[in-house]
């Protein structure tokens, strides 16, 4: 089955305990990306890669950590959290940019007290 | 000002209606849009493109018209099960790889 996994769903963490969200896709797409929504505003953009050792940051950033070492896994790392990161976290992917359609995985509740 | 802006709603729909949501878009370079479906506490899934000329797939029409900056999606004979948030998707200004996210509109059927 085509799909976006990540790992884990839910994580309740203590601030400054280094975490790190997975994520794979098994449609061999050239393009993946995280996401963080936060009520009442639109999924923000944390980093995209357009392919395998090519990262750039999206529109937030700020403490957070990615790489793209093969095609299938980009995973986020939360050096240090605070509790301005707790949000649901999106990994999505497509086939080659954002003029085709994003496939998501199923989300990933994160708490940091 | 966002660069993209939905009603938040929610709208509370009889079911059978049809309903038409607006998004409005800042970027004027835009040009890709699509119109995302969100359930609940669940990820985002691609409900249909938005190209220049209109397009329909069943319910469901979007329109853009790029003089006004505007997408609007219609449904028509709503169902229960359309009962979700629906999210506008536009193109980074400057960006080729980048999506900008309206927040959502909010649409709950009732029987």
């Known amino acids: 089955e085509a799909q976006v996994t990540q790992n884990p769903r839910y994580l309740i963490t203590v601030t400054g305990k280094k975490l790190t969200v997975t994520c794979s896709q098994n449609?061999?797409?050239?393009?993946m990306s995280w996401y963080r929504q936060d009520p009442g505003l639109g999924l923000r953009q944390i980093y995209y890669?357009?392919?395998?050792?090519?990262?750039d940051k999206g529109d937030v950033p700020e403490g957070y950590k990615v790489s793209r070492k093969e095609k299938r896994n980009f995973p986020l790392i939360l050096e240090s959290p605070s509790p301005n990161q707790t949000s649901l976290y999106f990994c999505?992917?497509?086939?080659?940019?954002?003029?085709?359609?994003?496939?998501f995985g199923p989300g990933t509740r994160l708490t940091v007290t | 000002r966002k660069e993209v802006e939905q009603d938040p709603g929610p709208f509370n729909v009889p079911e059978g209606a049809t309903v038409a949501f607006n998004c409005t878009y800042s970027?004027?370079?835009?040009?890709?849009f699509f119109w995302y479906r969100q359930d609940c506490r669940k990820e985002p899934k691609l409900l249909m493109s938005v190209y220049s000329s209109g397009n329909e797939d069943g319910r469901f029409t979007a329109q853009l018209n790029r003089a006004s900056q505007y997408i609007s999606l219609l449904i028509r004979d709503s169902k229960l099960s359309d009962s979700a948030t629906y999210l506008c998707?536009?193109?980074?200004?400057?960006?080729?790889?980048?999506?900008?996210w309206g927040a959502g509109t909010k649409l709950i059927i009732k029987p």
């Open positions: 998707v536009v193109t980074a200004m400057d960006s080729n790889y980048q999506l900008i």
């Open positions: 999505a992917s497509s086939l080659w940019g954002v003029d085709t359609e994003q496939y």
């Open positions: 970027n004027s370079a835009s040009q890709s």
């Open positions: 890669s357009m392919n395998v050792e090519v990262t």
């Open positions: 449609m061999n797409h050239e393009y």
